[in-house]
């Protein structure tokens, strides 16, 4: 039943757009007759229930949305603090959910959970169930869709945010109140307290990690070096930490029978030792945020204490089946998370292949030792999937890292965190021996991090591809009694060798990536790859060269960057510079200003070319700096010129260089243009136009962006000229091919080439 409920929701989140209603009404009547007339088909109603289920929750967190017609005003909304605030040095994000709303002095009945930041500092602290009067600019959730990239409107579905937006400057923002029991609060609480008694901030950090769920104090940097060692599941509070809880409940309700035996006669120990697990077990979930895998394990713990309760055997694979079927019917869009599917198809591989291990000392010891094994191996092909990313030393740094940190780090960190509640002068000497204990480990995995296969990119996984692998590792793990299991092996080479396919000689590859307000693209040979600018890097720390481009290239099956070329130094071009450079360190780089580049740069000037693989590069601009012109006017021009169509990336030029790029350019095949300046009115003059001829031109520009880019009158003068012209804003990434022998196309539009039913 498990299984196909699920098979069911899963497949309503591959639609590019929802079933109507009538639909919904017509399969929960067939589960019924299925369910209630016919026995032989009776396993089929859960299928054609769950795909019900999941359409309507779907859709009606759709349409909790903010209307689109209200998209860009101001709201005066009253709200309170979800979870904990995001303090990073130019911004400050919480989750706000908001309980009303008025639009233009008229309340509007719109309520739902928003994301907004302040990028001034707050009038005061954004406490956890703080209640808030604020004057917010609000819009639907809206991401860059990009080869490789995150998906934000997916994440922002599963979440129950509705809008985002930030806080606009109005004298009536203040704080209403807090209230005076919050569990987050608590959290916030133990956080500080942990903050304040640890001397060194990025142990403390870790330590709030492992206590109370809080990342916040967590660098790009510690994630890099969790992801090489296979472990950020241990910073994300796993559910290994829930079931280590759980067991010191038990031993603590085994204790309180040894000291006090005449308590069997009043309530049945084995009963009471199941409750007591459930409860520490649910406290400390509770208290670290209530992830994924948190509930997961509580849920499981729970089923099983039930059924110690009630008198009646229970294995494993059902309290799991119990578990997935409770979050399915509590949130059937958790389906969208990666960390359900991680959480739920470890745990699922771990029984399939410890139940038969043994128990008590035996079965631990395997778990510890071959579980590693069985989980980094199992979930390689969901982690791909997700991340594009693995780690081959995970099992290794597991095998050393679970144990400690889950019998040994947290046990110590919990037990300080517990006595900052009932007696704090205490909890600094525990926490200084927790945070020796944690610096300590962590230090073996910094060593651990630069080690070969820490990090293992690979080209986007394909979905026949994940079935594939996953038979494999089922295969691969099956019990004993199984043939031939060694041939499951053979089942991830698809995963492991992807087909690629790359331009044919004198042939090339252009994606102009989506990274809002900004430009990155990248061009591939068949040999070679040069990246043209990086995107924007924002206050909130948010950088697009980490999170759209470097992801971007491993996905499209490039692990070799040859050129940096940075056009010039604004930073929606430069932002995301460094990432791509500390990613990449032995490209060569050029920008326009190199002055102002946080990487040192060559200096990019007319005349430089080069040819890789029968396509020729050339730099058509800057000639030399003119005093007192605009920085745009320095942008690196670049022409890529292969055998039947050519390219030319203009960064931010205006209409006073446009006429000395356009008289550089000889004679040739058909050319597609990057709009200058993103479709600015100062550039991309008809007589530009007129003089380049473009086949087709692509602009680079955020959704609903402040600047109106592009420009209406910009657009008018390519449709007069007969240009069509793609938009990253509504198409996502673009990817235009220039073959060897035929004329250059638009190949794919990342936004309507894998449309979803959440996606604008």
């Not at 089923?303 to 055997?313: D, E, G, K, P, T």
């Not at 291990?357 to 395997?366: E, I, T, V």
């Not at 790029?661 to 300046?677: E, K, T, Y």
């Not at 959704?703 to 209406?712: D, E, Q, V």
Request: net charge positive; proline share 6%.
């Amino acid at each position: 039943m498990a299984l196909t409920l699920l098979a069911g929701i899963a497949v309503v989140q591959w639609l590019p757009a929802l079933p109507p209603e009538w639909v919904m009404g017509v399969l929960v009547v067939c589960a019924t007759i299925l369910a209630w007339r016919l026995p032989r088909f009776r396993r089929l109603a859960p299928l054609l229930f769950g795909f019900a289920w999941a359409t309507w929750r779907g859709g009606s967190a759709m349409d909790a949305r903010l209307p689109r017609a209200w998209e860009g005003q101001d709201f005066q909304v009253i709200g309170h603090v979800v979870d904990l605030a995001q303090v990073k040095a130019g911004a400050t994000s919480v989750l706000l959910e908001i309980e009303r709303a008025s639009l233009a002095g008229r309340a509007v009945s719109w309520q739902g959970r928003a994301r907004i930041s302040w990028y001034s500092k707050p009038s005061a602290e954004p406490e956890p169930c703080s209640r808030w009067q604020l004057r917010l600019r609000l819009r639907r959730p809206r991401g860059v869709v990009n080869p490789g990239g995150t998906d934000s409107e997916r994440s922002a579905l599963a979440r129950g945010i509705a809008a985002v937006g930030y806080v606009r400057e109005d004298p009536r923002n203040q704080r209403l109140g807090v209230a005076t029991w919050c569990l987050d609060r608590l959290r916030g609480s133990l956080a500080d307290g942990i903050q304040a008694r640890v001397h060194d901030p990025h142990d403390a950090a870790l330590l709030r990690s492992f206590t109370v769920g809080d990342t916040r104090g967590l660098e790009q940097q510690d994630w890099i070096v969790a992801r090489a060692n296979g472990i950020s599941h241990l910073l994300a509070i796993s559910g290994f930490h829930v079931g280590v809880a759980a067991l010191f409940g038990l031993w603590l309700c085994h204790a309180l029978y040894w000291l006090w035996p005449s308590l069997a006669l009043r309530y049945p120990r084995m009963q009471a030792q199941a409750l007591s697990a459930l409860a520490l077990a649910s406290a400390y979930g509770a208290l670290a945020g209530l992830g994924m895998s948190t509930v997961r394990t509580m849920l499981m713990i729970g089923s099983f204490a039930l059924a110690r309760c009630s008198r009646r055997a229970k294995g494993s694979s059902h309290a799991l089946a119990t578990a997935l079927m409770a979050i399915l019917l509590m949130n059937p869009t958790a389906v969208l998370e990666a960390g359900f599917w991680l959480s739920f198809v470890g745990v699922a591989f771990l029984i399939l292949c410890m139940d038969a291990k043994g128990r008590g000392l035996r079965g631990f010891l395997c778990e510890l030792t071959l579980g590693q094994l069985v989980m980094t191996v199992s979930l390689l092909p969901l982690t791909m999937w997700f991340f594009g990313e693995a780690s081959l030393v995970g099992a290794l740094s597991n095998l050393v890292a679970v144990p400690f940190v889950s019998f040994v780090i947290v046990p110590c960190a919990l037990f300080g965190t517990l006595l900052l509640i009932v007696w704090p002068p205490l909890a600094s000497p525990v926490l200084r021996v927790a945070e020796w204990l944690t610096h300590a480990q962590w230090w073996l995995l910094e060593q651990a991090a630069p080690w070969p296969g820490a990090h293992w990119y690979l080209p986007t996984v394909t979905p026949w591809a994940l079935v594939l692998a996953m038979l494999g590792a089922v295969w691969l793990f099956a019990p004993r009694g199984v043939p031939l299991r060694m041939l499951g092996v053979f089942l991830f080479l698809p995963l492991l060798w992807p087909v690629r396919r790359l331009p044919a000689e004198g042939g090339f590859q252009a994606w102009t990536l989506d990274v809002g307000q900004g430009l990155a693209m990248i061009v591939r040979t068949r040999h070679h790859t040069l990246v043209y600018d990086a995107g924007p890097r924002f206050p909130s720390e948010y950088d697009s060269g980490a999170a759209v481009v470097v992801p971007s290239l491993y996905a499209l099956g490039m692990d070799r960057l040859d050129v940096l070329m940075i056009s010039h130094g604004d930073n929606d071009h430069a932002g995301g510079a460094a990432a791509v450079a500390a990613a990449f360190p032995m490209a060569r780089r050029f920008s326009g200003e190199p002055a102002r580049s946080r990487v040192p740069m060559e200096l990019c000037q007319a005349g430089q070319q080069w040819e890789w693989d029968e396509v020729r590069f050339r730099v058509l601009s800057p000639v030399a700096r003119v005093p007192k012109a605009p920085a745009n006017d320095d942008s690196c021009v670049l022409l890529v010129e292969g055998r039947a169509g050519r390219l030319l990336l203009t960064g931010d030029i205006a209409a006073s260089t446009e006429r000395r790029i356009a008289d550089s350019l000889r004679p040739g095949p058909g050319l597609v243009l990057q709009v200058p300046h993103h479709g600015s009115k100062s550039s991309s003059s008809a007589g530009f136009i007129a003089a380049t001829g473009p086949e087709l031109a692509v602009v680079s520009s955020g959704w609903r962006n402040r600047f109106g880019h592009p420009h209406p009158a910009v657009m008018q003068r390519y449709a007069a000229a007969g240009v069509p012209v793609f938009n990253t804003a509504v198409d996502g990434a673009v990817q235009i091919d220039f073959p060897a022998a035929t004329p250059a196309y638009v190949a794919a539009r990342w936004r309507r080439m894998e449309r979803r039913y959440w996606r604008e």
